[in-house]
């Protein structure tokens, strides 16, 4: 009878994982990960580039790829560049700031026609994709929006930062150059700060928001055709998983009073308390303003475009592609606060919105009435189920807006392609299932008329696109 024994396959799996190996480089996956090839088998390596002769740490077997740490560069592309961020290789935030921005553009666009290819478009489709100029900002001091993350040690220390790489450990950050300039080194602030606070543990998260510092009850006190940059205000909300005292509070107030934030506490019961008791602004009423003079007014909690720049841009490509008339009426499903509906309202007959929460369309509505926008109405609807039975439904739509969520919009464009509205504008920001999606149009006689990325988070994978289609 024969014995098998377990223990010396995993003497052999750890040796394996402790091997070094000397690979090229042969491309990125679709996470800017480094892929290169080992005995036919794909071996990924984070930091690395194509075409790179690399050193590298074997740290996982799997049956259909390895898993490895780079070790050693013997031969850089030519489009490394260095890490502008101090906590690139360790932080979760970014994944090719090692990659010169043109290239980084390449990558997401090559990103979206492999993706087409995959869906079943068919190829002279891809091949000739009519591809328009990227919408792009600065690369650096972009994002207005985040979610920073408060841990403790066991010496009731704070690390104060954002998710590791593949774990949910923070890492502890000192400055953040993908931040606007208010929120980018306001780390070490905050980590000072808490570890002053008597009850450091009661703090969840912490998000910062940076605004216009707007009027957000007079319009005409908004001067669009400025060349100044609007002054901009940090607020910060404070998770907290209890109820703050007295002491921490005026902590709190001391340092912001001293460096311009409005600030709040959040708890459990979702209620927001202002500590800025002189302040006309709540974290209710927080706003941003668009290229045409619109201004967009929201809360904490509500989503916005984390680019204002690129959001801006994004718009009013969005006006030129549609190019709505004064006898259009338009469709805007997943409509948000009305980000783009507004806009359009401007230039055309009428806009229908439809957003999935009801208080998303609450704060449209009032968005459309602060601004005087009367030819605009909102509905709530589930657009992942069956809507073509409403009443706003009946109208005869010659163009609609899609701004859905990662999970794409299939049920909706089933839907709009019953309609037989001759012009869609999809604004995707998951290139998956924009592909998906566009498939469908297509199989239904669509035909795409312009494509073009919108870079809203440069230094990371993420891709986002505009796509205009005709039937």
Same mark, same amino acid.
């Given at each position: 009878?024969?014995?098998? $024994? ?15 190996? &000397? ?48 070790? &050693? ?9 260095? !890490?502008?961020?101090?906590? %690139? ?16 553009? *390449? ?79 306001? %780390? ?31 319009? !005409? ?30 902590? @709190? ?7 311009? @934030? ?6 459990? *019961? ?27 007014? %929201? ?12 959001? +801006? ?5 969005? /006006?030129?592609? /549609? ?8 469709? *805007? ?14 230039? !055309? ?28 109405? $909102? ?7 069956? @809507?073509?039975?409403? !009443?706003?439904?009946?109208?005869? $739509?010659?163009?609609? /807006? ?22 869609? /504008? ?39 696109? +505009?796509?205009? %289609?005709?039937?």
């Amino acid at each position: 009878m024969a014995n098998f $024994f377990q223990v010396s396959n995993k003497k052999s799996v750890k040796a394996q994982e402790k091997q070094k190996l &000397t690979v090229k480089v042969e491309r990125l996956d679709s996470n800017g990960c480094g892929v290169a090839y080992y005995q036919s088998k794909p071996v990924f390596i984070h930091g690395t580039l194509p075409n790179e002769n690399v050193d590298a740490k074997v740290v996982e077997q799997k049956s259909k790829y390895t898993l490895a740490k780079l070790l &050693t560069i013997n031969k850089a592309s030519q489009h490394r560049v260095i !890490a502008k961020c101090q906590h %690139f290789t360790l932080c979760g935030g970014c994944d090719i700031q090692h990659l010169e921005y043109s290239q980084q553009l *390449d990558f997401k666009k090559n990103k979206i026609i492999e993706l087409f290819s995959r869906s079943g478009v068919a190829g002279n489709i891809v091949a000739t994709l009519p591809w328009q100029a990227p919408i792009v900002s600065s690369p650096w001091e972009y994002r207005r929006k985040a979610r920073i993350g408060v841990q403790f040690d066991k010496h009731s220390q704070a690390t104060i930062g954002f998710r590791q790489k593949a774990t949910n450990q923070l890492a502890a950050i000192k400055s953040c150059p993908v931040l606007v300039e208010p929120a980018a080194n306001i %780390f070490p602030l905050l980590k000072t700060l808490i570890n002053k606070l008597s009850v450091k543990k009661a703090i969840g998260h912490i998000e910062i928001i940076s605004t216009d510092d707007l009027d957000t009850t007079d319009l !005409a006190t908004v001067d669009i055709n400025s060349t100044t940059k609007p002054l901009k205000k940090l607020t910060l909300i404070i998770r907290q998983i209890r109820a703050i005292n007295e002491h921490d509070r005026k902590l @709190w107030q001391e340092y912001a009073e001293k460096n311009c @934030w409005n600030i709040y506490f959040q708890t459990n *019961d979702s209620n927001k308390e202002n500590i800025n008791k002189s302040s006309l602004v709540s974290a209710d009423s927080l706003s941003y303003r668009l290229a045409n003079g619109i201004q967009i007014n %929201f809360s904490s909690t509500d989503f916005i475009q984390i680019n204002q720049q690129v959001n +801006m841009a994004m718009v009013e490509q969005a /006006l030129d592609w /549609l190019s709505p008339q004064k006898n259009d009426d338009i469709l *805007d499903l997943f409509c948000g606060l009305g980000n783009f509906s507004l806009p359009l309202a401007q230039q !055309a007959k009428q806009v229908i919105g439809v957003e999935g929460v009801q208080s998303m369309v609450d704060k449209a509505s009032a968005n459309a009435k602060f601004n005087h926008i009367d030819n605009c109405r $909102f509905f709530q609807a589930d657009l992942n189920s069956e @809507w073509l039975s409403n !009443a706003w439904a009946k109208h005869e $739509f010659n163009k609609v /807006l899609l701004d859905p969520a990662r999970a794409g919009a299939e049920f909706a464009v089933e839907q709009v392609i019953k309609l037989n509205i001759p012009t869609i /504008l999809y604004v995707s920001c998951d290139p998956t299932t924009l592909a998906r999606d566009s498939q469908l149009l297509i199989l239904k006689g669509y035909k795409i008329e312009k494509i073009g990325l919108i870079d809203m988070f440069s230094q990371t994978k993420h891709v986002e696109t +505009m796509v205009l %289609f005709n039937r």
